[in-house]
Nanobody, 127 residues
Framework: QVQLVESGGGLVQAGGSLRLSCAAS????????MGWFRQAPGKEREFVAA????????YYADSVKGRFTISRDNAKNTVYLQMNSLKPDDTAVYYC????????????????????WGQGTQVTVSS
């Protein structure tokens, strides 16, 4: 069982930056591939970024590529999402998710593949 707690959301002006954190409970954090998703009001949840258990490989949605960076610190059981050059379209609730991979070097994109989800953190970008 893994519990995920996101933090770092808030209100920022367009062009600004935020760094989201997702702290995981448990001793086996390095056995999980991690991902970030977001859901805007009235829209479906969408994939944002994913990272392998080791942090060596990452994958991004086209809409955030070049602006967002996913990273992880397995010693701290934490995954991060650095968000730069924010746009009003980035406004959403952001969720982190964990997928048990037990050493497999995969990035996981489909939300339905993930085993655990956090409660979300609100990001609002004003124009």
């Amino acid at each position: 069982q893994v519990q995920l707690v996101e933090s770092g959301g808030g209100l920022v002006q367009a062009g600004g930056s935020l760094r989201l954190s997702c702290a995981a409970s448990g001793r086996t954090f390095s056995s999980y591939a991690m991902g970030w998703f977001r859901q805007a009001p009235g829209k479906e949840r969408e994939f944002v970024a994913a990272i392998t258990w080791s942090g060596r490989n990452t994958y991004y949605a086209d809409s955030v590529k070049g602006r967002f960076t996913i990273s992880r610190d397995n010693a701290k059981n934490t995954v991060y999402l650095q968000m730069n050059s924010l746009k009003p379209d980035d406004t959403a609730v952001y969720y982190c998710a964990a997928k048990w991979v037990r050493g497999s070097a995969v990035v996981v994109v489909p939300g339905g593949e993930y085993d655990y989800w956090g409660q979300g953190t609100q990001v609002t970008v004003s124009s």
